[in-house]
């Protein structure tokens, strides 16, 4: 029988902690985590043709947007361009689509008209840098403060900016362009009950291309809104002087522009989470959108934030859900522009003005609005939504809208909790002491009638205050109660404020005195 082999040497990676020589385990091979998008072919299919539809809605937005901030067409394309293809890769929300946006455009405007293109491309740059700043600092946190009803607002006076936005484009045209969009509303309402393999919105504007071109029917097209480009984006720095007083002039601007693409953004992404049941990364997407607005500024573009419209098309309307989608919005848009120009320039408005009134229908929150539910809500959460809807239609300005809403929102909730301090006096029998119980959130709205609720002529000389009930919030709170002492002060009486939780105790202990309430 052979005698047994010894074992063979096993490497070794180094001595142990005890001096000793560890074997080295082998290491498995570095895998990279496969897309989501290879899923499956279906799910390729669905990010692909939702990226495709998205980038023809993106044309007639970009060049109207260009329009709006006074420069050539070329400039919002490129930037829609550079704003997917860098959000696919740096944003923290999927499926989401970032481009050249009204909003932006309305806040650099008076900068372009007044100093040029230069000085806008350096408040573009700029106000990318206080994006990924605000990012970093934490920003996106501050959207907790945001209530459902200025969400809701929010959402349906997007659905009537798509809407109203879609109404030049059918006023003062051809008679064809009327039993065009029909018939484009027409397949976009049944094509999905034939199937969803081919998104509704591609056929549709396939189809209505096919009809005005292969029939000869004059109608407003693509190719009136602005010539297409026909070369690629070549990255430079602005034509500006880089000194403080360039700095100076543009940074308003860049603030501006950073708060505005920012709101727009986050709040688009909390609109996508809701729809899809997922979540995303707000602190990533907001830093994401400013190293967007970077690039984009080195290519000469005019910046950009998320795009409700689009992205809806994107999420809603197409299915889509991964970062594929996002990238190919971008890449066929310049491919649709440089290659295939003049085909573009065919395509009806009428088609995209079916695709956008369906966007707006599908996004308006039509529930919101049911009598059943008005009846039910309280008024003040009508209110805030009405207000928000208001002033975002007013103003065309939907960060404005969320601005107004929140504050009307704090407004409503700090009359409402107001109300719910209450106090109490009971009396001894024997005369000698009042307790007053006082319940509630004690803050500056709910304290500042406090001192109101007591008997200062008529109480006995021994008044206790009961807090058990109660929690001090601010330095309001602990004035008022200081007032009341001193009321009774004057008066030769006494007060004892017994029953503080901890936190109460230690603001009241901390502050007491010293708020010049006596006074």
């Not at 007639?60 to 829609?80: K, M, N, Q, R, T």
Request: proline residues 7%.
């Amino acid at each position: 029988m052979p005698s047994p082999q010894p074992a063979a040497p096993q490497p070794s990676d180094g001595p142990s902690a005890d001096g000793s020589s560890r074997p080295v385990r082998p290491s498995r091979p570095f895998r990279l985590a496969r897309p989501d998008w290879l899923a499956s072919p279906k799910v390729f299919r669905t990010e692909v043709l939702g990226g495709l539809v998205v980038a023809l809605a993106l044309i007639p937005e970009a060049i109207s947007f260009s329009i709006i901030a006074g420069v050539d067409p070329a400039v919002g394309l490129f930037s829609s361009f550079t704003m997917a293809v860098v959000i696919a890769f740096a944003g923290g929300r999927k499926a989401m689509i970032s481009a050249a946006t009204g909003a932006v455009a309305l806040v650099i405007a008076p900068l372009n008209r007044e100093h040029g293109l230069g000085y806008l491309i350096a408040a573009v740059i700029l106000g990318g840098a206080v994006q990924i700043v605000l990012g970093a600092l934490g920003v996106a946190r501050l959207l907790r403060f945001v209530p459902r009803s200025v969400m809701v607002g929010f959402v349906n006076s997007l659905a009537i900016l798509v809407f109203m936005a879609q109404v030049p484009e059918v006023r003062d045209v051809p008679w064809p362009v009327y039993p065009l969009l029909l018939g484009g509303l027409a397949m976009l309402v049944v094509f999905p009950r034939l199937t969803t393999a081919v998104p509704a919105p591609l056929v549709s504007i396939a189809v209505l291309t096919a009809i005005t071109v292969g029939a000869g029917i004059a109608v407003p097209t693509v190719g009136d809104k602005g010539e297409l480009p026909s070369a690629l984006p070549v990255p430079g720095l602005p034509d500006v002087p880089f000194t403080m007083d360039t700095l100076v002039l543009i940074a308003p601007y860049a603030v501006a522009l950073a708060l505005v693409g920012l709101m727009e953004s986050l709040m688009t992404a909390k609109l996508v989470d809701d729809i899809t049941d997922t979540p995303s990364d707000k602190t990533r997407e907001s830093i994401g959108q400013g190293v967007a607005n970077i690039v984009t500024g080195f290519f000469g573009g005019m910046g950009g934030c998320a795009m409700i419209g689009q992205t809806m098309i994107n999420v809603k309307v197409s299915g889509a859900r991964t970062r594929l989608s996002t990238f190919l919005a971008g890449a066929f848009l310049l491919v649709l522009c440089v290659v295939f120009g003049p085909l573009v320039s065919d395509i009806p408005m009428a088609a995209l003005v079916a695709v956008m009134v369906m966007v707006s229908v599908a996004t308006f929150d039509w529930h919101s609005v049911a009598p059943r539910t008005l009846r039910r809500m309280p008024a003040g959460e009508t209110a805030v939504m009405a207000v928000t809807v208001a002033v975002v239609v007013a103003t065309h300005n939907l960060a404005a809208g969320v601005v107004v809403g929140s504050v009307a929102a704090m407004v409503v909730f700090a009359k409402r909790v107001a109300h719910l301090a209450e106090v109490t006096g009971v009396v001894d029998p024997d005369g000698r002491q009042v307790v007053y119980a006082v319940t509630g959130e004690l803050f500056f709205a709910s304290s500042n009638d406090l001192a109101h609720r007591f008997s200062y002529q008529d109480d006995p000389d021994d008044v206790v205050i009961d807090l058990s009930g109660a929690h001090i919030w601010d330095a309001s709170s602990v004035a008022a109660l200081d007032a009341i002492e001193h009321k009774y002060a004057q008066r030769g009486k006494k007060v004892t404020v017994v029953g503080l939780n901890e936190p109460s105790a230690r603001m009241h202990g901390r502050l007491t005195g010293r708020l010049g309430a006596g006074h």
